[in-house]
């Protein structure tokens, strides 16, 4: 998993409430338990004019230009803004494979979906949560400024507006030392090798039996 520590990025806003993980990643995608090639399919069935299938060749599919990811100015964003209640739906860890495969590495709302809040943070995405007032004001500046981008601090704990105001936000300790330093589970356990590999040559001579 990629240490995430700051991140001055451009912004997309994702200007629905409700946004269910069949949305994120459509069930047809779901083939596959690498984490990677989720990104195409992100939003499939928003991005995208016609149906997509797994394996399908999305260079030549046509674009649907009100999607709000599909805008030039948005091309490259790396933090998402979101409504109410974002990443509902089935338990999928896909949706924040696809988003973080996409290119997304922060995202910004009122609230998220408590599976896919846990989940973001084990696949190297840093949720963040702001009481509703100040997302209404991140997405008008977004929508009224070209270019817009913010500056995230997750060791700080703070976000840095353009115009300078600092945003803070509550993190758990545990799962900003995990960001901070790339730990996702098998990272966390792997930190114990050693004593993993002490333990299992012990248990070789103490029950050979286990290892015929």
């Known amino acids: 998993m990629k240490p995430f520590q700051k991140l001055d990025g451009l912004v997309a806003p994702m200007d629905r409430a409700n946004v269910d993980t069949d949305a994120i990643i459509?069930?047809?995608?779901?083939?596959?338990?690498?984490?990677?090639?989720?990104?195409?399919?992100?939003?499939?069935?928003?991005?995208?004019?016609?149906?997509?299938?797994?394996?399908?060749?999305?260079?030549?599919?046509?674009?649907n230009p009100e999607f709000v990811?599909?805008?030039?100015?948005?091309?490259?964003?790396?933090?998402?803004?979101?409504?109410?209640?974002?990443?509902?739906?089935?338990?999928?860890?896909?949706?924040?494979?696809?988003?973080?495969?996409?290119?997304?590495?922060?995202?910004?709302?009122?609230?998220?979906a408590d599976i896919f809040f846990n989940n973001c943070f084990k696949n190297g995405l840093l949720p963040i949560k702001l009481a509703a007032d100040e997302v209404d004001a991140l997405f008008a500046q977004c929508h009224g400024s070209e270019g817009y981008r913010l500056a995230v601090d997750l060791q700080a704990r703070t976000i840095t507006r353009p115009d300078g105001k600092v945003l803070a936000f509550d993190v758990d300790p545990f799962r900003r030392e995990c960001l901070l330093n790339g730990w996702d589970d098998i990272g966390l356990t792997l930190r114990h090798a050693d004593k993993i590999r002490d333990f299992e040559a012990k248990r070789r001579i103490a029950q050979p039996w286990l290892f015929a």
């Open 26 to 63: 459509p069930k047809q995608f779901l083939k596959s338990i690498k984490r990677s090639g989720f990104g195409p399919n992100l939003f499939d069935e928003w991005r995208y004019m016609d149906v997509g299938q797994p394996g399908q060749d999305n260079s030549g599919r046509p674009l």
């Open 69 to 112: 990811l599909n805008q030039p100015r948005y091309k490259g964003a790396e933090i998402l803004l979101t409504r109410d209640n974002f990443g509902c739906g089935s338990s999928r860890e896909h949706a924040p494979w696809a988003l973080e495969d996409f290119g997304f590495r922060v995202l910004i709302g009122p609230s998220f």
